[in-house]
């Protein structure tokens, strides 16, 4: 299969090994609007370098485009790809608005490409070893769950990329960029999300950027709820942290690690277990999860078997309504959406 790749900036980088590392599949391409970007990709992986995603398509006729572009041109590049029968495999965010999921929602309908999209810290080991732990009923019945993100970002980040930091090209900020990982990952393990509450502020960068640096949700799923908290207004990238208060135990995952705190009989936390979780390395940042590869191997599985990959549109409507609702709940000064 040939692939391409459109946006050649950091997280590019890690499509373009993932694909290296995959049998039967060519990068054989790679386009970006600075064409100097891509042409490193050239001389790193032999593919061809194009600066416009149209030229590069046409010339190559790929079976995959993977897009690595800034936000807001997710969905026209996804929408032009996949009416070509081309499919799509996209980093996050999948929208940035209600009218992009509308969409988006059309161009996958109508295809005849097929899309998926990269929530890759789905295949964290750490993820799969508590989802196996709570499908097993050992950890009793779900109370509540708290996730937390609490990162740094300066001026910089937002002033030297051209996009990031405007409500238009970004879409928001913390959550969208920064922390949708997380608030996927609770809907992962709680289940179908109900409703949502949510409040932004700017602390550390007015004037500069024009989305939020902190987000403060409360969310409520088909069972429990959960407390959420993202920030970049923090010193450094600390692990993002998910707890998950059971009737028996409660269980904190920090990237990789595990952490079960057991019940005693009253209730209080007794035995403390560290259990060995598979570690794998990262492709690229640490704090972007080891399941790039895995996640993309997986799409390009389910096309050669036909089947169905999890995280195509259906798989993350959840979350993607949800961190609309929780932007526009913020809109309304917290109300309940």
């Not at 810290?121 to 732990?133: A, G, T």
Request: proline share 4%.
């Amino acid at each position: 299969m040939k692939a391409a790749i459109v946006g050649c900036g950091n997280i590019a980088a890690v499509h373009a090994k993932s694909i290296s590392l995959l049998e039967g599949v060519e990068l054989a391409a790679a386009a970006d609007i600075k064409k100097d970007r891509a042409e490193k990709y050239e001389k790193e992986y032999g593919c061809r370098a194009y600066d416009s995603m149209e030229s590069m398509l046409e010339a190559e006729r790929p079976d995959v485009l993977h897009i690595c572009t800034p936000h807001y041109l997710h969905v026209p590049m996804a929408q032009y790809a996949l009416q070509r029968g081309i499919h799509v495999f996209c980093e996050k965010p999948p929208v940035i608005s209600e009218e992009q999921l509308v969409c988006l929602e059309k161009a996958v309908a109508e295809g005849p490409g097929r899309a998926g999209f990269c929530f890759q810290n789905r295949y964290n080991p750490s993820i799969l070893y508590v989802k196996e732990l709570l499908a097993s009923g050992k950890a009793g019945k779900v109370k509540g769950a708290r996730g937390i993100v609490t990162w740094h970002r300066d001026a910089a980040y937002y002033t030297e990329s051209g996009w990031r930091g405007k409500l238009e090209t970004e879409g928001g900020g913390a959550l969208i960029n920064q922390s949708i990982h997380t608030m996927d990952l609770l809907g992962v393990l709680l289940g179908k999300p109900v409703s949502v509450e949510a409040q932004t502020a700017n602390h550390h960068l007015p004037g500069v950027i024009e989305v939020e640096d902190t987000m403060e949700a409360y969310i409520r799923y088909e069972n429990a709820a959960a407390c959420f908290y993202a920030t970049t207004a923090y010193t450094e990238d600390a692990p993002p942290l998910i707890e998950i208060s059971c009737e028996n135990v409660v269980i904190r995952i920090e990237d990789l690690d595990v952490t079960l705190f057991w019940r005693d009989d009253s209730g209080e936390h007794g035995r403390i277990e560290h259990p060995e979780i598979a570690r794998k390395k990262a492709l690229g940042k640490s704090y972007w999860g080891t399941g790039h590869l895995d996640c993309i191997s997986d799409f390009y599985r389910c096309l050669k078997t036909g089947g169905r990959f999890a995280q195509d549109l259906n798989g993350v409507r959840d979350t993607v309504r949800l961190m609309l609702a929780a932007y526009e709940s913020a809109r309304q000064k917290g109300k309940q959406i």
